[in-house]
C-alpha cells in the first residue's frame, strides 16, 4: 500500500502572494542570515580582542624604568614579562567569558573568548606551561624570589574573583588593586636587576605609576559599565555608581598632583617617569571629559594608548641628567 501524503512545498519566507503580507513576527532569509552574522571587529581592536595591549604596555613600561635606571636588562627578561602578563588577561578572560550573565551586552574581548573558548583555553594552557619554562631557565634567583610575592597576588586577585563578591580585601576596589599589581609585576625586573628590591613596593615612582595603571582600570570599568551589567558585578561602577560622576574630576585631580610633584622632582633621575605618568593621567582624564562624544569600543582602545604613548614619547629623555 503506498501512503498518500499531502506535499508541502518549503518555500522561502520572501515568497508570499501579491496582495498578502508576511505574518507577524516572520523576518525574511535575508535578514536572518545578517542577523546570525557576527560583527566584523576592525583591525584597531584586535590587540586588545587577543589580549595583546597589556603585554606591550608591560614590556613599555619596563623598558622605561630600565632606562631611568641605566640598566641593560637581557632581552629574554621582556619576552618573559609579556608571556606572563598575557597569560594572566588570558586567563582572566576565560574566566569571564564562562561567567557571563548577559553575553549579548559584554565586550567585544569577552564574546571573543565566549566565541573562540576551546582554542584560547589550550593556547592559554601552552602559554603558561612556556612562562614557567623560561622563568625558571631565564629569570636570576632574585627575580625569582620576588615574583612568588607578586604572584601571590595574582592568586588572591583569581580567587576574589571565582568566590568572592565586593571589592578586595573588603575595602580595595579591583581596579586599584590590579593597578598596582600590574606597577609592581612591571617594575619588579629593573629594581631586581639594580639590587633595590625593597624600592619596588614603596617608591614614589612605582606607587605614582601604579596609580596610573589603576586609573587605567577605572577608566576602562566606568565606560564598560554597560557592558559590565550582568556580567562583573564587582566591577567598581556596579558596586558605586557615583564613581561615573566623579571619575573626570578624580582623573584631573591625579594628573594635577603628579604634574606638581613631577615639578618639585626636577633634579631626580626619575623626573621623566613622573612627568610620564602625568602625562598619561592627562590624556585619560581628557578622555573621560570628552567619553560622551565617543564610542565605548574606541574609549577601551584609547585608554591603553594613553597609558604607553608617555613612556615612547618621553623615553629619549633617558637617561635624565639631574645635574642640568
Same mark, same amino acid.
Given at each position: 500500500?503506498?501512503?498518500?501524503?499531502?506535499?508541502?512545498?518549503?518555500?522561502?519566507?520572501?515568497?508570499?502572494?501579491?496582495?498578502?503580507?508576511?505574518?507577524?513576527?516572520?523576518?525574511?532569509?535575508?535578514?536572518?542570515?545578517?542577523?546570525?552574522?557576527?560583527?566584523?571587529?576592525?583591525?584597531?581592536?584586535? /590587540?586588545?580582542?587577543?589580549? @595583546?595591549? &597589556? *603585554?606591550?604596555? +608591560?614590556? $613599555?613600561?619596563?623598558? %622605561?624604568?630600565?632606562?631611568? #635606571?641605566?640598566?641593560?636588562?637581557?632581552?629574554?627578561?621582556?619576552?618573559?614579562?609579556?608571556?606572563?602578563?598575557?597569560?594572566?588577561?588570558?586567563?582572566?578572560?576565560? /574566566?569571564?567569558?564562562?561567567? @557571563?550573565? &548577559? *553575553?549579548?551586552? +559584554?565586550? $567585544?574581548?569577552?564574546? %571573543?573568548?565566549?566565541?573562540? #573558548?576551546?582554542?584560547?583555553?589550550?593556547?592559554?594552557?601552552?602559554?603558561?606551561?612556556?612562562?614557567?619554562?623560561?622563568?625558571?631557565?631565564?629569570?636570576?634567583?632574585? /627575580?625569582?624570589?620576588?615574583?612568588?610575592?607578586?604572584?601571590?597576588?595574582?592568586?588572591?586577585?583569581?580567587?576574589?574573583?571565582?568566590?568572592?563578591?565586593?571589592?578586595?580585601?573588603?575595602?580595595?576596589?579591583?581596579?586599584?588593586?590590579?593597578?598596582?599589581?600590574?606597577?609592581?609585576?612591571?617594575?619588579?625586573?629593573?629594581?631586581?636587576?639594580?639590587?633595590?628590591?625593597?624600592?619596588?613596593?614603596?617608591?614614589?615612582?612605582?606607587?605614582?605609576?601604579?596609580?596610573?595603571?589603576?586609573?587605567?582600570?577605572?577608566?576602562?570599568?566606568?565606560?564598560?559599565?554597560?557592558?559590565?551589567?550582568?556580567?562583573?558585578?564587582?566591577?567598581?561602577?556596579?558596586?558605586?555608581?557615583?564613581?561615573?560622576?566623579?571619575?573626570?574630576?578624580?582623573?584631573?585631580?591625579?594628573?594635577?598632583?603628579?604634574?606638581?610633584?613631577?615639578?618639585?622632582?626636577?633634579?631626580?633621575?626619575?623626573?621623566?617617569?613622573?612627568?610620564?605618568?602625568?602625562?598619561?593621567?592627562?590624556?585619560?582624564?581628557?578622555?573621560?571629559?570628552?567619553?560622551?562624544?565617543?564610542?565605548?569600543?574606541?574609549?577601551?582602545?584609547?585608554?591603553?594608548?594613553?597609558?604607553?604613548?608617555?613612556?615612547?614619547?618621553?623615553?629619549?629623555?633617558?637617561?635624565?641628567?639631574?645635574?642640568?
Amino acid at each position: 500500500m503506498r501512503w498518500i501524503v499531502p506535499s508541502r512545498r518549503l518555500c522561502p519566507l520572501n515568497d508570499v502572494p501579491a496582495g498578502q503580507s508576511r505574518p507577524a513576527g516572520l523576518s525574511s532569509p535575508v535578514e536572518d542570515v545578517s542577523a546570525l552574522r557576527k560583527p566584523q571587529l576592525p583591525c584597531w581592536l584586535w /590587540l586588545n580582542v587577543l589580549g @595583546l595591549d &597589556a *603585554p606591550l604596555v +608591560a614590556v $613599555a613600561w619596563q623598558f %622605561f624604568f630600565a632606562e631611568a #635606571f641605566q640598566l641593560n636588562i637581557p632581552a629574554s627578561n621582556y619576552l618573559v614579562l609579556g608571556l606572563i602578563v598575557w597569560v594572566i588577561y588570558s586567563a582572566d578572560r576565560l /574566566l569571564d567569558a564562562r561567567r @557571563l550573565g &548577559a *553575553p549579548e551586552n +559584554a565586550c $567585544a574581548r569577552h564574546r %571573543f573568548y565566549r566565541d573562540w #573558548f576551546w582554542i584560547m583555553l589550550p593556547l592559554t594552557i601552552i602559554g603558561l606551561i612556556l612562562a614557567v619554562i623560561t622563568v625558571l631557565m631565564v629569570l636570576p634567583e632574585t /627575580l625569582l624570589h620576588c615574583g612568588v610575592v607578586v604572584f601571590l597576588f595574582v592568586i588572591v586577585y583569581f580567587i576574589h574573583r571565582l568566590w568572592v563578591e565586593g571589592p578586595m580585601l573588603v575595602v580595595v576596589p579591583k581596579e586599584v588593586f590590579s593597578g598596582m599589581v600590574f606597577a609592581i609585576g612591571t617594575t619588579l625586573t629593573g629594581y631586581a636587576w639594580s639590587n633595590d628590591i625593597p624600592d619596588a613596593l614603596y617608591s614614589p615612582e612605582v606607587l605614582w605609576f601604579g596609580g596610573l595603571c589603576s586609573l587605567n582600570c577605572m577608566a576602562i570599568s566606568v565606560w564598560e559599565r554597560n557592558a559590565d551589567a550582568g556580567n562583573d558585578g564587582n566591577a567598581l561602577p556596579q558596586l558605586w555608581p557615583v564613581v561615573v560622576r566623579f571619575f573626570p574630576a578624580l582623573a584631573w585631580g591625579f594628573t594635577v598632583t603628579v604634574a606638581v610633584f613631577a615639578l618639585m622632582q626636577v633634579e631626580s633621575v626619575m623626573f621623566p617617569v613622573f612627568l610620564a605618568v602625568s602625562s598619561g593621567g592627562g590624556l585619560l582624564a581628557l578622555l573621560a571629559s570628552t567619553a560622551s562624544r565617543i564610542s565605548p569600543v574606541l574609549l577601551r582602545v584609547a585608554a591603553d594608548a594613553a597609558v604607553i604613548l608617555p613612556a615612547l614619547v618621553y623615553l629619549p629623555f633617558l637617561p635624565w641628567d639631574s645635574t642640568i
